[in-house]
């Protein structure tokens, strides 16, 4: 008799709990659809053509992030093949913002057909890395003071007094060479807020110089000033002797510089009377001029009334990267 009893007992124990899974199933199933209904996207609403009907926000985010892989583009940077002599133009590439095409997607109404939202992706490198500057725009009334540093370095003290003094950031370029044997001096300049590009790893000729050659001039020297200051320097090359050629302009675009030439040529390496820096320098100027001068010492005579002249016309005095930089339309 014990024993029916206990095994009634254990008959009425697995149907309660058999039944408690069932209705704990249900409700798990009844309480998904009320999610679904009070939370879930609108019915018929679909994303580039695949329904995303009654989802919950996680699985929408999931989903999303999943396409955006599919729909996301590098941008391509422009090149340029000496052979040919063609320039390749840059393309954008294509970013999905994954937050508003979710929140798009949520919130849209029964039967919405609906794109991910995108965004441009500039290539950082642009057809115009393949001719050399020798000026800025010219729709602002700004110019910039280039500074080339391979000797010199008893006259920079004094420069960067003035350019201190009037609150000037220029662009200097320094040669490898120079830098190995005057690395404070490089620091020293870069923590003044001026800006650091490339000059060559050394004073060579660019003009007779092969590919590989022109590749190790800008790249070396490269490694050389990030290692110095600790940063990326500016991807700008002057090259030694102003020399430029196709190829050489070539070899630094591909490589991701801007050659920078000049508009105003002060020839002060000449060392002429300070007056005759100045008057060159004032005759010339024009919106988006780039302006070269070397540490000389007419140069610092003559370099605090050449930016309070060129100040006193209204215009300001700006790095070359702020020169050239490009603005939203």
């Not at 590749?215 to 020297?221: H, P, S, T, W, Y």
Request: proline letters at 6%; one cysteine or more; charged letters at 20%.
């Amino acid at each position: 008799m014990k024993l029916v009893i206990v095994e009634r007992k254990k008959i009425t124990w697995f149907f309660c709990w058999t039944l408690l899974v069932v209705l704990s199933a249900v409700a798990v199933v009844l309480w998904s659809s009320l999610q679904r209904k009070w939370y879930g996207v609108q019915d018929g609403v679909m994303l580039e053509g695949r329904s995303m009907a009654r989802l919950l926000p996680a699985e929408v985010k999931k989903i999303v992030s999943e396409m955006a892989k599919i729909y996301a583009l590098p941008p391509q940077n422009a090149g340029y093949f000496v052979e040919t002599g063609e320039v390749i133009p840059e393309k954008d590439g294509r970013g999905v913002d994954i937050e508003a095409t979710v929140e798009q997607v949520l919130t849209a109404p029964p039967g919405a057909r609906l794109r991910m939202i995108t965004y441009a992706i500039p290539a950082s490198v642009g057809k115009e890395y393949f001719a050399p500057v020798f000026q800025g725009p010219t729709d602002q009334k700004k110019v910039s003071l280039t500074i080339n540093v391979a000797w010199g370095e008893e006259e920079l003290p004094a420069m960067l007094r003035i350019l201190k003094e009037r609150g000037v950031s220029a662009t200097f370029f320094f040669d490898g060479a120079w830098v190995k044997k005057f690395p404070e001096f490089v620091k020293e300049i870069h923590a003044a807020g001026h800006e650091i590009a490339n000059h060559g790893l050394y004073h060579g000729h660019p003009a007779q110089m092969s590919r590989e050659e022109l590749k190790r001039l800008i790249v070396e020297n490269n490694q050389l000033l990030a290692g110095v200051i600790g940063a990326e320097p500016a991807k700008l090359f002057a090259p030694p002797y102003g020399e430029f050629n196709e190829e050489i302009v070539a070899v630094a675009g591909n490589l991701g510089y801007r050659t920078i030439m000049w508009t105003i040529d002060t020839i002060d390496w000449q060392r002429p009377a300070p007056e005759v820096i100045i008057r060159r320098v004032l005759d010339k100027i024009k919106a988006g001029a780039i302006i070269l001068m070397h540490p000389t010492v007419p140069t610092v005579q003559a370099l605090d009334r050449i930016i309070q002249a060129i100040q006193g016309q209204g215009y300001e005095l700006v790095t070359v990267s702020e020169l050239l930089k490009k603005t939203n339309p």
